[in-house]
């Protein structure tokens, strides 16, 4: 199993590592800071360097036997096994993914509809809700900026299904149930606006979503309304 970094602090930008496997065109280390495709999440590109070589990291992703698999461009060199990696993200383009994920739990939080599906991405991101009622984009863009503008300070924290069971009133104020069966849910709260399970990487404080346009807003069936949302910047 790879150490994930990048859930206890998703504002590291680089670390090293060891080597533990090579796949045809992927590498597994012991820890990272690059984030797995995942929750509607883009895996995180960068770079891998080792004395001597280095390659693009194009994509990352989850193998089969739950590690992560950080992927090189085609034809690019690989380090041996054993081999201790340096290992660098586009921070740009990663900073964006927390950016338009904590806008997500913003929008979720102003919408509070179920939520059917969603995707991020550096340039657009969108949520589908299950809802009939036409959305007022005037009205949920303003909400989503007063949620930007109070900074609420944003935090994940474990607790345990055992934890979670002797606090109903916990799961009550949740907009999504937790998945049970590992033992332990990682809990993402917003403090006043969003508490849910979730394991994507977040910014620190709602101020650092900044500016928020709402896009085209989609009616994917009866009860199933899309809405897209851009950075403005
Ligand atoms: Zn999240």
Same mark, same amino acid.
Not at 66 to 86: C, T
Not at 132 to 141: G, I, L, M, P
Not at 212 to 228: A, C, P, Q, Y
């Given at each position: 199993?790879?150490?994930?970094?990048?859930?206890?602090?998703?504002?590291?930008?680089?670390?090293?590592?060891?080597?533990?496997?090579?796949?045809?065109?992927?590498?597994?280390?012991?820890?990272?800071?690059?984030?797995?495709?995942?929750?509607?999440?883009?895996?995180?590109?960068?770079?891998?360097?080792?004395?001597?070589?280095?390659?693009?990291?194009?994509?990352?992703?989850?193998?089969?036997?739950?590690?992560?698999?950080?992927?090189?461009?085609?034809?690019?060199?690989?380090?041996?096994?054993?081999?201790?990696?340096?290992?660098?993200?586009?921070?740009?383009?990663?900073?964006? +993914?927390?950016?338009? +994920?904590?806008?997500?739990?913003?929008?979720?939080?102003?919408?509070?509809?179920?939520?059917?599906?969603?995707?991020?991405?550096?340039?657009?991101?969108?949520?589908?809700?299950?809802?009939?009622?036409?959305?007022?984009?005037?009205?949920?863009?303003?909400?989503?900026?007063?949620?930007?503008?109070?900074?609420?300070?944003?935090?994940?924290?474990?607790?345990?299904?055992?934890?979670?069971?002797?606090?109903?009133?916990?799961?009550?104020?949740?907009?999504?149930?937790?998945?049970?069966?590992?033992?332990?849910?990682?809990?993402?709260?917003?403090?006043?606006?969003?508490?849910?399970?979730?394991?994507?990487?977040?910014?620190?404080?709602?101020?650092?979503?900044?500016?928020?346009?709402?896009?085209?807003?989609?009616?994917?069936?009866?009860?199933?309304?899309?809405?897209?949302?851009?950075?403005?910047?």
């Amino acid at each position: 199993m790879t150490e994930e970094l990048f859930r206890k602090d998703s504002y590291l930008k680089e670390c090293d590592a060891d080597v533990t496997a090579v796949e045809s065109q992927a590498v597994a280390v012991d820890r990272t800071v690059f984030y797995p495709l995942g929750g509607g999440q883009p895996g995180d590109t960068g770079s891998i360097t080792w004395p001597a070589g280095n390659a693009r990291i194009i994509d990352t992703r989850y193998g089969d036997s739950g590690q992560i698999l950080h992927v090189v461009e085609d034809g690019a060199p690989l380090p041996p096994v054993g081999e201790s990696v340096h290992l660098e993200l586009d921070w740009d383009r990663r900073y964006r +993914h927390m950016r338009m +994920h904590t806008a997500m739990h913003l929008l979720g939080a102003v919408l509070r509809y179920g939520v059917t599906g969603g995707n991020i991405s550096a340039e657009k991101s969108r949520l589908d809700f299950d809802m009939e009622d036409t959305v007022d984009k005037e009205a949920v863009a303003v909400a989503m900026q007063a949620l930007v503008e109070a900074d609420h300070p944003i935090s994940c924290r474990w607790i345990s299904e055992a934890e979670l069971d002797t606090n109903p009133e916990l799961v009550r104020t949740m907009s999504v149930q937790p998945p049970r069966g590992k033992g332990e849910v990682r809990l993402l709260e917003i403090v006043g606006v969003d508490l849910q399970p979730c394991g994507g990487t977040h910014l620190k404080s709602t101020a650092e979503v900044g500016k928020v346009r709402i896009g085209k807003v989609e009616k994917k069936g009866r009860r199933n309304r899309r809405v897209n949302i851009h950075l403005d910047d």
